[in-house]
């Protein structure tokens, strides 16, 4: 439960005694505040998101029966330009989840300097009780519900938890439906015959590993015989668990949905990736030492720890018990700020979402640009696009963090706060 500090003005459709993500978000705006100088009189833009959409989003079933879904569109912030995030299907998506997710959109694009808003979406349902052609159908309804607001220069969704490429192309189709015309940089994550960008999938994975290198070395952490655990092994963190192994990383533990397995000398993250494609999930991998109860992973000694699900997994009750050196935040919002206290206190060098996993967001540009200019660029190019990208907005963070004595998670909020709120000052209010 996160309530909400005195000082602020809360809408009326939230619950000030459970406020949920939004109210985590919220602290961390009041501890950038203090950074912001002059700029400090906008700080209540950060506060409120531009426009928020709820949506029903009614199917026919399979069976005939006629189903109903709650559906959202949040655009927190587009002083720097349209508003970009994700869309997740998730039963337990609320309006303050999708508020923070893309509350941190902004944060995250601002930090890596792409010329987005934050923007975010999601629908309450869980995607597994639905069959392909329900799936579609939910997809279809729920984008020509939000299409009023979305657009190549409007609002950009992607892939976020439980969508992936089929979801995005359901969503273009959709969209040129109602237009009349095909706009492919209505959405990114697209496949590539629909105009996605080659390193897409990966991009998220591979900027935590970027930015965990970096990290690492400012440590003194060599990478190679670095001991990793990682929490969720989709394509964030099974890519980052791939790329730490082929860089000579022990990854001694994976925790997600079906279970956590243990091997202190290293799994084969290669034959685990077969193994969870083959059956869903990595509980019964015959290449592991040891299955241990879920709440045990927080308790397994590591360098790194990769944190690549959902928010709220690092609290204040199992932060104590956290033994590593270097936090890599592949999810959104995996950290609580008591936790983030506690992990700070015992010397845990924590790489924040909004910086960790923005590579994802970043190819999501270089794919949106492609789309425009009809050029595609190779692999390696956006790759080595994506590294210096991913390189430089560390070490600006870093060199805010030590310049002003504070966490990498503020140093990341002052430097994009600063460029949201400069953005908004230089356009002024209209009329």
Same mark, same amino acid.
Request: with cysteine; net charge negative; glycine share 10%.
């Given at each position: ?12 459709y ?25 700029l400090?009189r ?26 109903? /879904? ?42 890596? +300097?792409?010329? /987005?808003?934050?923007?975010k ?17 939910? $997809?279809?309804?729920?984008t020509?519900e ?37 706009? $492919? ?20 994975g ?11 070395a ?46 202190q ?5 290669a ?16 290449g ?19 944190p690549a ?22 999810? +959104? ?68 963090? =030590? ?14 706060? $600063?460029?949201?709120? =400069? ?9």
């Open positions: 439960m996160t309530s909400v500090p005195a000082q602020h003005a809360l809408p009326s939230l619950n000030a005694e459970d406020l949920g993500p939004w109210g985590v978000y919220l602290q961390q705006i009041d501890r950038v505040t203090p950074h912001l100088g002059s400090s906008w700080v209540e833009t950060l506060k409120r998101p531009k426009r928020i959409l709820t949506v029903d989003v009614p199917i026919e079933r399979d069976d005939g029966t006629i189903a109903h /879904y709650e559906g959202y569109r949040v655009q927190h912030n587009m002083s720097r330009g349209p508003g970009k995030g994700g869309v997740r299907f998730h039963q337990d998506v609320t309006l303050s989840e999708v508020m923070a997710l893309s509350a941190w959109m902004t944060v995250k694009n601002a930090a890596v +300097n792409v010329p /987005y808003g934050g923007a979406g999601g629908i309450r349902v869980d995607p597994k009780t639905l069959s392909r052609g329900e799936l579609q159908r939910l $997809t279809r309804r729920y020509s939000i299409s009023l607001i979305i657009g190549p220069n409007k609002d950009i969704p992607a892939p976020d938890v439980n969508t992936n490429e089929q979801v995005m192309a359901w969503m273009m189709d959709s969209y040129a439906m109602i237009e009349g015309n095909l706009s $492919t940089g209505v959405v990114t994550g697209k496949p590539i015959s629909l105009g996605g960008s080659l390193g897409r999938r990966e991009a998220t591979r900027g935590v590993f970027v930015v965990g290198r970096e990290a690492a400012k440590r003194g952490v060599a990478i190679e015989g670095a001991r990793v655990a990682v929490q969720g092994f989709g394509n964030v963190g099974g890519v980052a668990a791939t790329m730490f192994a082929e860089a000579g990383a022990e990854v001694i533990a994976v925790q997600d949905h079906t279970g956590t397995i243990v091997h000398g290293g799994l084969d993250v034959l685990l990736h077969k193994f969870v494609a083959e059956t869903g999930g990595v509980a019964n991998f015959p592991a030492e040891q299955t241990i109860g879920r709440d045990g992973f927080w308790d397994i000694e590591s360098d790194i720890l990769i699900a959902l928010e709220q997994q690092i609290t204040a009750a199992n932060a104590p018990r956290i033994r590593t050196k270097i936090i890599l935040e592949g999810a +959104n919002g995996p950290t609580t700020p008591e936790a983030d206290d506690i992990l700070t206190d015992k010397d845990v060098l924590i790489v924040p979402d909004v910086l960790a996993n923005a590579g994802g967001v970043t190819v999501s540009y270089f794919e949106w640009v492609q789309d425009f200019s009809s050029f595609f660029w190779t692999e390696d190019e956006i790759n080595a696009r994506l590294t210096r990208i991913m390189q430089d907005a560390f070490n600006a963070v870093w060199a805010v963090a =030590q310049d002003k004595k504070v966490t990498l998670r503020t140093a990341t909020f002052i430097l994009a706060c $600063t460029r949201v709120l =400069q953005a908004r000052e230089v356009r002024g209010l209209y009329p």
